[in-house]
């Protein structure tokens, strides 16, 4: 046969092309610096160059511990041109979280943030796999790392030598767990090769766009977003996650015309929540935006659409292991409220099915399985949980769902989080869409806890708005509130009132029922 069959370039590759065709054209720029294509496309070459020389070969892990920075987007191309795989590790986590990813994936080396080695430093020694002159530390010298700009700077800046195919595995990324353990999810370079061309087509990105990145790179939410922008030939800003200021942001979108963000529903309630002055920044340069992670109120929805004059803007619903599921278009968002939309280009029907596997009807809730490109290819060293994740081809991350009349989805609740009180399904969902859209709310969650006489009761965890108190909003608020809106039996029998930074979330900002759930049936 023929040495080369033709195929689909993965980002690592086709950033190569693209420093040909933009190649004085900025990719990536942060707060201080900016990088051309021909300038980041040399750099990508000598840290892959440089991986290999530390002998690391196709199919070798390289852990990665870092918050957003230019660095990181570096690392994820590198590999691509390499055929090494990338363990992307959530920069929140504590050491022994750290250690399990790191062992379990069988990383070799590792590449840490200056500031977060004392947390590797902790667990160095249960880390067998990783020899010690294979930790390299991104911004300032840390003794017992080599320094990453010291680590690339005189290594060749040529094309890497080695064969990667679309089917290859790029990145195994460990998905936050919002039951048990962590698992690894193998992701192959097609699978998000599928996924920047599905973006381009289905919301209209190109190269002239300019995408904010401020979600947590170690999370498949940028690696699907952000760097369609680079496949394309866009450019990329990115800011680090943990410093969502609004006022900073808004800032930012006016003098870098930032025509696109990813964010989630916590970052809106912040950006709308602004002071005054924050506000007066010029935005209109967003064309478009989209809201993942959660679903959107519908006061949030309005106000979004006011904040951002003729933005267009998207809700998704997808998983690490999915890619995206579903999109909520633009013209559907006061028409369809509350509703994931439905499937993206290229993608397989949607199904909702009963435990046994049967289809339910209109309006009915089952479990949401999908099919597609990007679709992941199993959980690491896991095969009874990939198998179990399946029916038929298709996946389920454990979504509850039902379908309209017009082939809209709707979310009705994670299967974990359905509660049964006195025999009824209660789904959270919809109890803190009625709650949350309060005035004086800032963020609520329902749980079901143990109850002697009903098995289990609906309580509501709220945090109020910045600046209120027990006198503008109580327990008697909440009854109020949800008195005329819904059955008895869906009504908070119990009311929680927590601060703001004690809502546990996932990094992408979800929150945990289940650790809500553990601190309060004590």
């Not at 195919?165 to 990324?173: G, K, S």
């Not at 559907?332 to 009963?354: A, C």
């Not at 679709?375 to 039902?402: I, N, R, V």
Request: contains cysteine; glycine residues 8%.
């Amino acid at each position: 046969g023929r040495e080369t069959v033709a195929h689909w370039m993965n980002l690592g590759q086709h950033f190569k092309v693209n420093a040909k065709k933009f190649g004085e054209k900025l990719a990536l720029k942060d707060h201080s610096r900016r990088f051309t294509y021909a300038q980041a496309n040399r750099r990508v070459n000598r840290l892959a160059n440089r991986l290999m020389h530390l002998g690391l070969a196709k199919g070798d892990k390289v852990a990665v511990f870092m918050d957003n920075c230019i660095e990181i987007v570096e690392l994820y191309l590198a590999v691509a041109k390499t055929g090494i795989i990338i363990v992307p590790i959530n920069f929140r986590l504590v050491s022994s979280e750290v250690a399990y990813i790191a062992e379990n994936s069988d990383a070799k080396a590792f590449i840490v943030h200056d500031e977060f080695t004392s947390t590797v430093d902790a667990i160095k020694a249960d880390l067998k796999n990783i020899a010690a002159d294979k930790y390299i530390v991104v911004g300032q010298a840390v003794e017992g790392y080599r320094p990453y700009e010291t680590f690339i700077e005189n290594a060749a800046d040529g094309e890497p030598e080695a064969e990667v195919a679309p089917a290859d595995t790029w990145i195994l990324i460990y998905t936050s767990g919002t039951t048990g353990k962590p698992k690894g999810v193998v992701r192959s370079h097609e699978s998000h090769i599928a996924f920047y061309l599905i973006n381009a087509a289905d919301f209209g990105f190109n190269e002239h766009d300019v995408c904010l990145n401020v979600m947590p790179i170690c999370h498949i939410n940028a690696t699907f977003f952000t760097f369609t922008f680079i496949y394309l030939g866009g450019s990329a800003y990115i800011h680090p996650a943990r410093s969502f200021k609004p006022e900073e942001i808004l800032e930012i979108v006016e003098r870098e015309k930032i025509t696109f963000i990813s964010l989630i529903p916590t970052h809106y309630n912040l950006i709308l929540n602004a002071s005054k002055k924050a506000k007066k920044h010029d935005v209109s340069s967003i064309r478009k935006l989209i809201c993942s992670s959660a679903p959107v109120r519908k006061s949030m929805k309005l106000a979004i659409m006011d904040f951002f004059p003729g933005v267009e803007l998207y809700e998704g619903y997808g998983s690490t292991e999915a890619g995206i599921v579903t999109v909520l278009k633009p013209k559907d968002q006061m028409r369809k409220l509350g509703s994931i939309g439905y499937e993206p280009l290229g993608t397989h029907f949607v199904k909702i099915l009963y435990e046994y596997g049967n289809e339910v009807g209109v309006g009915e809730v089952g479990e949401l399985y999908s099919k597609g490109p990007m679709l992941f290819d199993e959980y690491y060293k896991l095969p009874e949980k990939t198998a179990a994740s399946f029916q038929g081809g298709w996946f389920s991350a454990g979504d509850m769902a039902t379908r309209d009349e017009d082939g809209f989805y709707q979310i009705v609740d994670r299967k974990d989080n359905m509660i049964i009180t006195g025999g009824e399904n209660v789904y959270p969902s919809e109890i803190e869409e009625v709650i949350g859209s309060h005035e004086c709310v800032f963020d609520c969650a329902i749980v079901g806890l143990p109850d002697d006489k009903w098995g289990e009761k609906v309580a509501a965890v709220v945090v109020r708005k910045p600046g209120l108190d027990e006198s503008q909003i109580n327990e008697d608020t909440i009854r109020q509130c949800c008195q005329s809106q819904m059955a008895g039996f869906k009504r908070p029998k119990e009311i929680i009132f927590i601060d703001k930074e004690d809502m546990p979330r996932t990094p992408t900002g979800k929150i945990l029922h289940r650790k809500l759930r553990e601190k309060f049936r004590k």
